[in-house]
Antibody, heavy 122, light 107 residues
Framework: VQLEESGGGLVQPGGSLRLSCAAS????????MSWVRQTPGKGPEWVAN????????YYVDSVKGRFTISRDNAKNTLYLQMNSLRAEDTAVYFCARDGSTCSSSSCVEDHWGQGTLVTVSS | DIQMTQSPSSLSASVGDRVTITCQAS??????LNWYQQKPGKAPVLLIYDTSNLETGVPSRFTGNGSGTDFAFTISNLQPEDIATYYCQQYDTLPPLFGGGTKVEIK
């Protein structure tokens, strides 16, 4: 399983950025996928996830209405469109595979990429 | 949201020691509790899922137990390569929040 994020960088407050996550080594279309972020010195924070066919998406309250998760199963790629960015969105963003062990609400993130840094600053 | 309280925030122990980290959930999460290890500059790595199940390839010196709201993670026979920050995470309900982390250092 390999997950490789890209698209991070420096953006001004109010700006937009689109992150990508290229997946390989597994049947991408068979798994829920998630984005998780982490500010230096703090614990990870789950951001969003998406069902195998893209028909269900869930978000943490702090990004609802600003971020959109999507996927292209033909390209084995996960996306995170981030709009109206704020300083508090500054973090390393990881994509993660939601594995086969699940509760009724979510699944265990069993593989993670190495992350891409998003810095929101003027 | 279900809050996860992890303690201690840091600990220092000697090679060969047994160390235990605790995690308390703000409500019953049954056994939907994971433990991750994170080394500096790296992504978290899943060690234990469903409270006590060891992920494939993880050494048996790592164990977990608990249920409901109270959980524990133990490293028996601490090794130099275990230096890292450890996080618990509940996945009973969305959002699947993480604990604040425990930084493990060698004396």
């Amino acid at each position: 399983v390999q997950l490789e994020e890209s698209g991070g960088g420096l953006v001004q407050p109010g700006g937009s950025l689109r992150l990508s996550c290229a997946a390989s080594g597994f049947s991408f279309g068979n798994y829920w996928m998630s984005w998780v972020r982490q500010t230096p010195g703090k614990g990870p924070e789950w951001v969003a996830n998406i069902k195998q066919d893209g028909s269900q998406k869930y978000y943490v309250d702090s990004v609802k209405g600003r971020f959109t998760i999507s996927r292209d199963n033909a390209k084995n790629t996960l996306y995170l469109q981030m709009n109206s960015l704020r300083a508090e969105d500054t973090a390393v963003y990881f994509c993660a595979r939601d594995g086969s062990t699940c509760s009724s609400s979510s699944c265990v993130e069993d593989h993670w990429g190495q992350g891409t840094l998003v810095t929101v600053s003027s | 949201d279900i809050q996860m309280t992890q303690s201690p925030s840091s600990l220092s122990a000697s090679v060969g020691d047994r160390v235990t980290i605790t995690c308390q959930a703000s409500q019953d999460i049954y056994n939907y509790l994971n433990w991750y290890q994170q080394k500096p500059g790296k992504a978290p790595v899943l060690l234990i899922y469903d409270t006590s199940n060891l992920e494939t390839g993880v050494p048996s010196r790592f164990t977990g137990n608990g249920s409901g709201t109270d959980f524990a993670f133990t490293i028996s026979n601490l090794q130099p390569e275990d230096i890292a920050t450890y996080y618990c995470q509940q996945y009973d309900t969305l959002p699947p929040l993480f604990g604040g982390g425990t930084k493990v250092e060698i004396k």
